[in-house]
């Protein structure tokens, strides 16, 4: 629905709130309780939490579809600019309202799969850099948590940057080229090794907190001496922090080629970070064996981009159907996982890095 958000932050700050803290509750939840001890996630804990948060995201879709059913066809602004298209009949409002409850709906479960998609990228880069630090499998949990803590924080302030900029029409242009460039280049890129030394904030954190030799147990930092010092573990935080705020210039954009709505943009990628963990735990031993997947991301984000600046206006309502791009997305990821498996690579090669 062209100039309308159905959901505007004026009116919704406090279903915001109450999001925000049933997800600080949640994370709460799993480091005070499920995970006080640190301990090596086996793959079947890995397995069980991530149903509870891809759950989670479901009943949220479920409950929020409802609300919007209930809701939409009063919600003044909405009844007003139906109005004002010659629609005013309690019939036909109601069934407009319940078009737009749904197609929300399949924005969210787009969104959705599209940011659990791209995290994959997120995933490569935790086993490289677990792997180059000699993070035991007992203390990973405990970085991804804080790391994901943070990733958060980053993520809210670029959604919210995103739904501002999204107010000038040559923002979409600039958005829908951007992803269009970064997917076609993930074709004829080469990998190339990762080196978490030479990044810059790695260097500048070395600079103004000496780091240890060694890992001094789960903690971040340990005091010898009079003196605070940061541990390897600590490192690690920044750089995946760091490199998740890098890979959010790809993946805010790419949702908000899915739906204009920032309420539906901030809810779908929260959900799907949070289950990033277990996602990590689930895949880790098996991701070398899908190697056709980062060309399916490639066709995902050129997609998306094309959604942007051209796709979208060869319908009359502007509006690329929500359905299609749902069912093209996942044939998409769905191919990549069915042709690494049917053509293996010759050779599984592993992370490229120093260990």
């Known amino acids: 629905m062209p100039n309308l958000l159905l959901f505007p932050f004026t009116d919704y700050w406090w279903f915001y709130g109450l999001f925000t803290l049933f997800v600080l509750g949640m994370l709460a939840l799993d480091l005070g309780v499920f995970h006080r001890k640190a301990h090596e996630v086996s793959v079947r804990e890995a397995a069980t939490w991530s149903v509870v948060w ?4 479901l009943l949220f879709c479920y409950g929020f579809w409802h609300y919007m059913r209930w809701t939409l066809p009063v919600y003044p602004p909405l009844v007003e600019h139906l109005a004002a298209k ?6 036909a409002v109601a069934a407009e309202a319940g078009r737009l409850a749904n197609q929300t709906a399949l924005e969210f479960l787009t969104g959705f799969v ?3 998609s791209l995290s994959v990228d997120n995933i490569f880069v935790f086993i490289v850099v677990f792997g180059y630090f000699g993070v035991p499998k007992m203390y990973q949990h405990r970085v991804l948590f804080f790391g994901i803590l943070g990733a958060l924080v980053f993520r809210t302030l670029f959604i919210a940057l995103g739904a501002v900029l999204m107010q000038f029409g040559w923002v979409l242009w600039v958005f829908g080229a951007f992803l269009i460039f970064t997917g076609v280049k993930i074709f004829f890129a080469d990998e190339k ?4 030394e030479t990044n810059p904030f790695v260097r500048l954190l070395r600079r103004f907190v000496p780091i240890t030799e060694n890992l001094e147990g789960q903690r971040f930092f340990v005091r010898t001496q009079g003196i605070l010092y940061g541990t390897p573990l600590l490192v690690c935080l920044v750089f995946i922090e760091v490199t998740d705020i890098v890979f959010a210039v790809d993946s805010v954009p790419a949702i908000f080629a899915i739906t204009k709505e920032p309420l539906i943009v901030y809810t779908s990628n929260i959900f799907a970070i949070l289950g990033l963990r277990a996602l990590f735990f689930l895949l880790i031993s098996v991701m070398h064996k899908f190697h056709f997947l ?5 066709v995902i984000l050129t997609f998306v981009g094309l959604k942007m600046v051209w796709l979208n206006s060869l ?14 997305i996942g044939f998409v990821l769905a191919a990549s996982v069915v042709a690494s498996l049917v053509f293996p690579a010759k050779q599984a090669s592993e992370p490229s890095a120093h260990l």
């Not at 090794?193 to 978490?196: D, W």
């Not at 980062?294 to 490639?298: D, F, I, V």
């Not at 319908?315 to 093209?328: A, E």
């Open 54 to 57: 891809i759950s989670l995201a």
């Open 315 to 328: 319908f009359p309502d502007h509006k690329f159907p929500i359905v299609w791009s749902l069912s093209i």
């Open 114 to 116: 599209v940011e659990k």
């Open 193 to 196: 090794p990762i080196h978490p």
């Open 86 to 91: 010659g629609i005013t009949d309690g019939v």
């Open 294 to 298: 980062k060309y399916g991301l490639g």
